[in-house]
């Protein structure tokens, strides 16, 4: 195993005929997909108050882990990328969040909160697509 890529491994044990079946691919994403939207359910009742703290944190943690994932081999990307994260991050709530809040009178928090939940899941996408190809 490189040094340089120390989850490589996975391209090997990944690349089986096990996971070429349609049907292991879709319980694969289906389980990722619970995982990731009981996460986003979890974070959201911990961390959401007067300003969306848990779908932020939630939106930008995807962001950055499907930078990552990215390079990884198939069928890592598209389960953990669509599955999990997908499931995981959410725009349409950050949207309705935002929309909340200028109806309140806070569009100045909104616009804020909306352009730091663009902003920053480009810059942490950015980032997470520095870190993947070292790591696979």
Not at 18 to 45: E, M, T, Y
Not at 64 to 69: D, E, F, P, S, T
Not at 101 to 124: D, N, Q, W
């Amino acid at each position: 195993m490189s040094p340089v890529a120390p989850l490589g491994f996975l391209q090997s044990t990944l690349a089986v005929d096990f996971f070429d079946r349609p049907v292991v691919i879709g319980v694969l994403f289906a389980v990722a997909a619970a995982v990731g939207a009981v996460a986003r359910h979890l974070v959201g009742q911990q961390l959401n108050g007067d300003f969306p703290t848990g779908t932020l944190l939630v939106n930008l943690v995807a962001s950055l882990a499907l930078g990552v994932i990215t390079s990884g081999p198939d069928p890592l990307p598209a389960v953990v990328g669509i599955g999990l994260l997908g499931a995981l991050s959410t725009w349409s709530t950050a949207a309705v969040e935002g929309a909340g809040m200028a109806r309140r009178g806070e569009g100045a928090l909104a616009a804020g909160y909306l352009g730091l939940s663009v902003t920053g899941g480009i810059l942490a996408a950015w980032v997470g697509l520095q870190i993947g190809p070292a790591l696979f």
